[in-house]
């Protein structure tokens, strides 16, 4: 089992938060232990799926 960091903090009554290594990936819930299990499931989707795929980043304007 691997460790990771994770920044989090609370907004209004939901907890949102990211793991460390994946800023970008943003999440939210409703429990701090909700976005736990939310970070972790992504964490092993992203490393057992997501990267080896080809994928691809774009600049837009907001």
Known sequence: ???VKLTYW??????VGF???YPE???DAD???ELIEKLKEY???YNNFIKDE???T?????
């Open 1 to 3: 089992m691997s460790k």
């Open 10 to 15: 609370q907004s209004g009554k939901d907890w």
């Open 19 to 21: 793991l460390n290594d």
């Open 25 to 27: 990936e943003i999440t």
């Open 31 to 33: 429990t701090l232990e």
């Open 43 to 45: 964490y092993y989707l």
């Open 54 to 56: 080809t994928t691809h």
């Open 58 to 62: 774009i600049e837009i304007d907001v």
